[in-house]
Each structure stands twice: as C-alpha cells, then as structure tokens.
C-alpha cells in the first residue's frame, strides 16, 4: 500500500525567506509524485509533478522538488517566499495507472509573515 | 475553456438525509473522480468513474455512490447522512496522469 508522510503540519515563514516542506512517501511500485497547493475556500491547484526522467522538477509560481527515490522523499522548495503563497500544501503519489488514484498527506500550512 | 466544476456550492443536511453531489469534467476529460477533504486532513479517494463505469474505489462504505453520464459529468450520492460526513468533497477530471480539480462542495451535516 502506498501512502504518504508530510513533516511538517506548520512551517510559519518571514517574507522572501526561503522555504522548504518536506515530504516522504512508501510504496513497492513504481509512484508518480505530486505537489498541490490550496488557497482557502478553493480546490487543488496542480504546482508540480515528477513522472521521471530528472530528479529536479520545476513547477509554478517559482517552486521546485526534487525526487531522491533513496530517501523515499519529493521536498518541495522555494528560495524567497511571498505573502501571496501562504496556502495549504499537500503531497500526493499515485500509483501510475493512467487517471490512477491519489493518495495525499495531510497537508502543511505556509504562513508567510510579513 | 472553462475547468471543473462542480454543485451545488454550500450544502447543509440534517442526519439521515440523502444528498447528491455534480460536477462537470474540464473540456475533453473523460475521467471523474471524488474526494473527501475533512477539516484538517488531506484529500482522501473515494471513487474513480471512467466510461460510466466505477473504475476505481476507496475505502467509503455503500452509502457511497456514484454515476457518470455520457457527457462525462458525474453525481456522488450519499445515502443516511452522519455528522462525520461533513466535509468538503472534491471532484477531479482527468485525460491522463494528471487530475484537475474542482473548487468543491462544502457539506455541513446537523
């Protein structure tokens, strides 16, 4: 079974600070990786995503993650952060069937202070 | 090209009522699935309906249903409502490995 483990419930950050949410999953098959951010009173937007190839993913909004398959980890990173990303982020993994489930973790909420 | 979206967008039921849940897919999706997004909890699969057939399930018991129309739309069901099952429900459409989501429907039970 797979599942998913987010480290951190709360990382409360100062304005164009870097951040990082760290993010770790198992599973015995091959996974497909995902980083969704939520704004409040909105669904999943999509930031970014790790199919294959290289371990270093850039996504939206100036984020990036890199896949160590060693660590079972996907972190995700951002060198200065915003007022505007303070959000709920969650990690998911899928299993790779096609439209296959996601399997998500219980969420960080970014707080970016001023 | 508008994304997902889903109806209605606030719901408030009493203990045993039943409700049902639409969302209409993003343009050229042929793939719909439900989430249930507690307060304070990630996301958590319910079903997964693909050519008007469930395709995939989750852990939720049969009071959890669903149905997906030819236009690919979908409806979740949720029979003899319990207060546990207030939360906010998610649908995503999906063509491939990526999913979309809606902006979702809140449902209070009392």
């Known amino acids: 079974a797979q599942s998913v483990t987010q480290l951190d419930s709360q990382v409360p950050v100062f304005e164009e600070a870097p951040v990082e949410l760290r993010c770790n999953y198992s599973s015995s098959v091959s996974v497909y990786l995902f980083w969704y951010v939520q704004y409040p009173n909105q669904g999943l937007q999509l930031l970014l995503k790790y199919l294959s190839g290289s371990t270093l993913v850039k996504g939206i909004n100036g984020f990036e993650a890199e896949f160590n398959k060693s660590q079972t980890s996907f972190h995700l990173r951002k060198p200065s952060v915003h007022i505007s990303d303070t959000a709920e982020y969650f990690c998911?993994?899928?299993?790779?069937?096609?439209?296959?489930?996601?399997?998500f973790g219980q969420g960080t909420e970014l707080s970016v202070k001023p | 090209d508008a994304g997902v979206t889903q109806s209605p967008t606030h719901l408030i039921k009493t203990r045993g009522q039943q409700v049902t849940l639409r969302c209409s897919p993003k343009?050229?999706?042929?793939?719909v699935s439900w989430y249930q997004q507690a307060l304070g909890q990630g996301p958590q699969f319910i079903f997964q309906y693909y050519e008007e057939e469930e395709r995939q399930r989750g852990n939720f018991p049969d009071r959890f249903s669903g149905h997906q129309f030819p236009n690919y739309s979908s409806e979740l069901n949720v029979n003899a409502l319990l207060l546990g099952d207030s939360a906010l429900y998610l649908c995503?459409?999906?063509?491939?490995?990526?999913?979309?989501f809606g902006p979702g429907t809140r449902l209070t039970v009392l």
């Open positions: 995503a459409s999906s063509r491939d490995f990526f999913q979309f």
């Open positions: 343009s050229g999706h042929d793939t």
């Open positions: 998911a993994v899928s299993d790779g069937n096609q439209g296959g489930k996601l399997i």
